[in-house]
C-alpha cells in the first residue's frame, strides 16, 4: 500500500513537471530554441531578476527541481503569454482579410472576367474568415 501512494505521488509530481516544463518552454519561445536564448527570454517573462533566477529556470526545465513554489507564478506567467499571442495572431487575421479584400477589388476593377474563378475563390475564404467560430 505505502508502495502505491509513492507511486501516485511520483505521479503527479512527475505531471505537474512537465506542465510546468512545457510553460517555460512555450514562454521561452519553443522547444527548438537554444538555452543561452531561451532562458534569458522565460526570465524576462517571468520577472525574475534575482541571480539564482537562471539556475533555478535550468532546473525547472530539465526536471531537477519541483515546481512546486513557482506553479502559482509560472501559470499566470504562461496566460498573460498566451493572451497575447492570441491578440497579435486577431490583428494578423485581421490583415490578412483585408489583404484579401483589396485583391478582389482589385481583380474586379481590372478584368472581372478574367479574374472570376479567383475571385469567387478568395469571397469564399473571406465568407469562412468572417464567420464566428463555432
Request: one cysteine or more.
Amino acid at each position: 500500500m505505502a508502495s502505491e501512494k509513492i507511486s501516485d505521488k511520483e505521479r503527479q509530481v512527475t505531471c505537474v513537471t512537465v506542465e510546468i516544463q512545457q510553460k517555460l518552454y512555450e514562454l521561452g519561445g519553443g522547444r527548438y530554441v537554444p538555452l543561452k536564448r531561451l532562458v534569458p527570454e522565460i526570465r524576462k517573462k517571468l520577472g525574475w531578476w534575482d541571480v539564482k533566477a537562471e539556475g533555478r529556470i535550468k532546473r525547472l526545465l530539465y526536471g531537477e527541481q519541483e515546481p512546486y513554489r513557482f506553479i502559482d507564478e509560472i501559470r499566470k506567467a504562461h496566460t498573460r503569454h498566451c493572451l497575447r499571442q492570441v491578440e497579435s495572431n486577431c490583428e494578423a487575421n485581421r490583415q490578412l482579410i483585408e489583404q484579401f479584400s483589396e485583391a478582389v477589388r482589385y481583380f474586379e476593377t481590372v478584368d472581372p472576367d478574367f479574374y472570376r474563378e479567383q475571385i469567387e475563390a478568395m469571397r469564399e475564404t473571406l465568407e469562412r474568415l468572417e464567420r464566428p467560430a463555432r
